[in-house]
């Protein structure tokens, strides 16, 4: 729980300080190599991508060079990433890395670091498939003993130092993202010829940064092997405390030690507390919003108005363009890196109770109740936790969770280099908000400004969340923060009084428009929030009457129409919670809850007979929950209507 899977977005090498290709519209790159393309914008064509794996493997260096350039210009999202993958340009590339040329190994691994770090989870699974393990590994093997980078004309890397960079930056996007990339990291001992290059003096800040960044994600399942003795403390202590480390370099070596030591704070990790929390201090502390303005003063103005510069002019924009964007993105990644560290510090990370309880075919056909269900409370140590509030990290942790102002984004948007940066931004924002959930199940309300505050926090979640077009992974990011916050303020009373049903009616408004897990996590918010306005003491009155009618009619719809058994499940749940008093029974008759739930039984019970087998590990106990619940509610409030007739 916690793990944030952001892939970090390519990084050119500084002979393209912009990150762009030579021109910037990805036609003419591909126009200037030769190939004839009706690309629209949207997806890669079939065509395109046959010329530009035709030009690949032409026998003239020149012509492979370009067409790799092409590519790496063409790929913009995961769609043109998959694109290019099932037209199986993957194994056209790969034998290119180890090509007699360095400018074209060079390019095809930054044309493959684009593909598989703009793709995602579904173009690294097939990159894998296609074996591009295999070149990348060769490639690396291939580096002389004696190798060193060697500053090029103009503060540029040389084209070996940029390769190992690109290649060594693809090796962390499929790692990160496949235990199988990881698992060949292990047996082919990549990680004792990385460690290696932790010389900062010798190979310089990118290349060491680089290669930490690929420590600290293999070392997260290091499976049969030990890197403790050869990691701890000659490769990585020392950048803890030198004074040549960045924020980033300083994170991720303590994202290893804390690897590790299986994520435990104690003697064994070489850290204190306080050390550990300046570590993640100093780098949370950093404004992410300036940064996104400084990039938006070195963008031009105007389309027109940079093609219009000298070369000098324009290599002078492109440069300091170059340097805005890399120091925004290492900042985002130094952030992104203490979230997660923060994230898995304050959870409890024990899933072994609902793998056992699916493995119970017993369970299936006895009552389960409620028992085991509910979330584990982390349990941190009490000065831990006091170290952290004195902190100040509860605090720190919503500032990262805020996107640059609104005039920012918008002009970010109007360049090629601010769109990539804005997604760096919203996996900033996403793993503040996974943050943000596990710290409300660990701290006190008190720890976090009491009752009131967090229910503003609360409220500007559900702006963030139900305002516009949100991506997944947003959606469910923010509604686990909002189901966290809210289930912990469900014991204030004071909160109920400060609910109101125009909010209720926007969350309940968007419940068809989520993803499954989205939906869930709405469900159980509205959920909480139905109980709380139904309360525990008669009579039910208004307005708290028409939140409970507002909310028991979105989750009896939901639990009635939903095609995803885990979905109407949920829904159920949560009906069965908001309507268990009795003095709830008026608006359980206003919205013919019995009535509704005698229908839908019979088809429940069978999509649950059927598709039992196929559920996942932490939707079976919720739904056979809700199987037995079912008859046991319809029964218990038909026998409580029978008595109020009498």
């Known amino acids: 729980m916690g793990k944030s899977k952001a892939n970090r977005h390519n990084k050119q090498a500084r002979d393209n300080p912009t990150g762009l290709a030579a021109k910037t519209d990805s036609e003419d790159i591909v126009m200037d190599c030769g190939v004839m393309s009706p690309y629209t914008g949207t997806i890669l064509s079939s065509e395109t991508l046959k010329s530009l794996s035709s030009q690949l493997q032409s026998s003239s260096v020149e012509d492979r060079d370009c067409a790799c350039h092409a590519l790496a210009g063409l790929i913009r999202n995961n769609e043109d990433s998959c694109a290019a993958l099932h037209e199986g340009l993957i194994k056209v590339l790969g034998p290119l890395l180890l090509d007699t040329s360095a400018s074209v190994c060079h390019s095809a691994a930054s044309a493959l670091h684009t593909i598989v770090s703009k793709g995602g989870d579904q173009a690294v699974k097939l990159a894998i498939e296609h074996d591009i393990l295999t070149p990348l590994t060769a490639l690396l093997k291939r580096i002389p003993a004696q190798w060193k980078p060697h500053q090029a004309p103009g503060d540029k890397l040389d084209t070996s130092t940029a390769t190992f960079i690109e290649t060594v930056g693809t090796l962390s996007v499929l790692s990160e993202s496949s235990s199988l990339a990881v698992d060949r990291m292990h047996r082919e001992n990549v990680v004792s010829m990385l460690i290696s290059y932790l010389d900062v003096n010798v190979y310089g800040l990118d290349v060491v940064t680089t290669v930490v960044q690929f420590l600290s994600t293999v070392t997260e399942d290091q499976g049969d092997t030990d890197y403790t003795d050869l990691l701890r403390k000659e490769a990585v202590s020392k950048f803890l405390a030198g004074k040549e480390s960045s924020p980033l370099l300083r994170t991720l070596s303590l994202m290893i030690l804390l690897n590790l030591n299986h994520q435990q704070l104690n003697s064994e990790l070489g850290q204190s507390t306080q050390e550990v929390i300046e570590i993640l201090t100093s780098s949370l502390s950093l404004d992410q919003r300036k940064a996104a303005s400084h990039v938006v003063d070195d963008l031009p103005t105007t389309r027109d108005e940079e093609r219009a510069t000298d070369d000098m002019e324009e290599d002078l924009v492109s440069s300091r363009l170059y340097d805005a964007v890399e120091a925004a993105e290492e900042l985002i990644s130094a952030q992104i890196k203490s979230l997660e560290i923060l994230t898995n510090i304050c959870c409890s990370g024990d899933d072994a109770d609902s793998d056992e309880f699916y493995e119970d075919e017993s369970v299936g056909?006895?009552?389960?109740?409620?028992?085991?269900?509910?979330?584990?409370?982390?349990?941190?140590?009490?000065?831990?936790?006091?170290?952290?509030?004195?902190?100040?990290?509860?605090?720190?942790?919503?500032?990262?969770?805020?996107?640059?102002?609104?005039?920012?984004?918008?002009?970010?948007?109007?360049?090629?280099?601010?769109?990539?940066?804005?997604?760096?931004?919203?996996?900033?924002?996403?793993?503040?908000?996974?943050?943000?959930?596990?710290?409300?199940?660990?701290?006190?309300?008190?720890?976090?400004?009491?009752?009131?505050?967090?229910f503003d926090i609360w409220c500007s979640l559900a702006v963030v969340a139900f305002q516009g077009d949100k991506s997944d992974q947003m959606l469910a990011a923010a509604t686990a923060s909002m189901r966290a916050i809210i289930r912990k303020l469900s014991f204030h009373k004071d909160i109920v009084n400060l609910l109101k049903l125009e909010d209720i009616t926007l969350i309940c408004q968007r419940v068809e428009y989520c993803q499954p897990q989205s939906k869930v996590n709405v469900l159980q918010i509205l959920g909480t929030l139905g109980s709380m306005a139904a309360g525990v003491d008669p009579p039910l009155l208004e307005p708290r009457a028409s939140i409970v009618r507002g909310v028991g009619q979105i989750l009896l719809d939901t639990a009635c129409l939903s095609q995803d058994l885990w979905v109407t499940a949920e829904a159920m749940d949560a009906l069965f919670d908001v309507f268990k008093e009795d003095h709830t029974d008026p608006v359980v008759s206003d919205i013919q809850l019995v009535e509704r739930l005698k229908s839908m039984a019979p088809t429940f019970k069978h999509r649950v007979h059927s598709q039992r087998r196929s559920l996942a590990a932490d939707q079976f106990p919720v739904v056979m929950t809700a199987r037995d619940n079912l008859l046991r509610f319809i029964k218990y409030k038909t026998k409580q209507r029978s008595l109020t007739t009498r």
């Not at 952290?388 to 090629?416: G, M, S, W, Y």
């Open 365 to 454: 056909d006895e009552s389960l109740g409620n028992e085991g269900l509910e979330e584990a409370i982390p349990d941190i140590n009490p000065e831990l936790k006091k170290a952290f509030v004195d902190a100040q990290l509860f605090q720190l942790v919503i500032e990262k969770a805020k996107l640059p102002a609104t005039n920012i984004v918008e002009a970010l948007n109007q360049h090629r280099s601010g769109k990539s940066l804005l997604k760096r931004y919203e996996a900033l924002q996403c793993m503040a908000f996974l943050c943000l959930s596990n710290m409300v199940m660990a701290f006190d309300v008190e720890d976090m400004g009491g009752s009131k505050e967090l």
